[in-house]
């Protein structure tokens, strides 16, 4: 069954690659277009981007910045990257966006490496491009807190740098009118970049610190 979708799935993104055309980019040219286009409108913490372009028109941008320190501490010598935004105006023809994400991995400066996303069930999202691209799901990050500041979210590393604390009454203290939620875990998901051995290397290292799970179903979260 999996070689009969991974058939159907080059097929796909053949004919898609007659369209389309995945080109690496500055981080600073995407920067404008992730702020307009993707549902979090803030700019990403990017190392690496590439845009998607259809007739020399940009329709898609993606990027990949470095996850939590504590990541790359824990798969040395792996390094590991986060692939942290993906937006797209056009989702019309079928696998767009995992012809996209596969084309930036295939493009990838920095091999080999392990390769990280989250979904977010708190907007509805299940990982269902990552599924589609055989990424390796690993269940759910802890809950977290998502601080508002005047009803803008602002993610909690961007309130240290910006105040030099977390602490939700320090803050306060400053006169910020600052609410605090609690949200669902994400989604995890791993793909490694690498020749064979190296691939079975990352995996085997994923393996001792997270369950190889099935993946969830979009209604689900």
């Not at 979090?40 to 981007?49: D, I, S, T």
């Not at 793909?191 to 190296?198: A, E, H, N, S």
Request: glycine share 6%; proline share 6%; with cysteine.
């Amino acid at each position: 069954m999996r070689f009969h979708i991974f058939n159907e799935l080059t097929l796909i993104f053949e004919s898609l690659a007659e369209d389309y055309d995945v080109r690496p980019m500055a981080p600073a040219e995407v920067y404008k277009w992730m702020i307009e286009k993707h549902y979090l409108h803030r700019e990403p913490r990017a190392k690496f981007a590439f845009g998607l372009f259809k007739n020399e028109q940009m329709v898609g941008a993606c990027t990949y910045g470095m996850p939590p320190i504590l990541l790359n501490k824990k798969f040395d010598p792996w390094p590991c990257f986060e692939l942290n935004r993906v937006a797209l105006i056009e989702h019309e023809e079928k696998n767009l966006v995992s012809y996209f994400v596969a084309q930036s991995l295939k493009m990838f400066p920095v091999t080999p490496a392990i390769v990280i996303s989250f979904a977010d069930p708190n907007v509805g999202h299940a990982g269902t491009i990552y599924q589609a691209l055989n990424f390796i799901y690993t269940g759910r990050s802890r809950t977290a807190s998502k601080f508002m500041i005047n009803g803008k979210e602002i993610p909690s590393r961007s309130l240290f740098r910006k105040y030099g604390t977390q602490s939700v009454p320090e803050l306060r203290k400053i006169g910020l009118d600052l609410k605090v939620e609690q949200t669902e875990g994400k989604h995890r998901y791993f793909i490694f970049v690498g020749d064979k051995r190296q691939k079975r290397s990352m995996f085997e290292m994923i393996k001792k610190y997270y369950e190889i799970q099935n993946y969830p179903k979009a209604d689900q979260g």
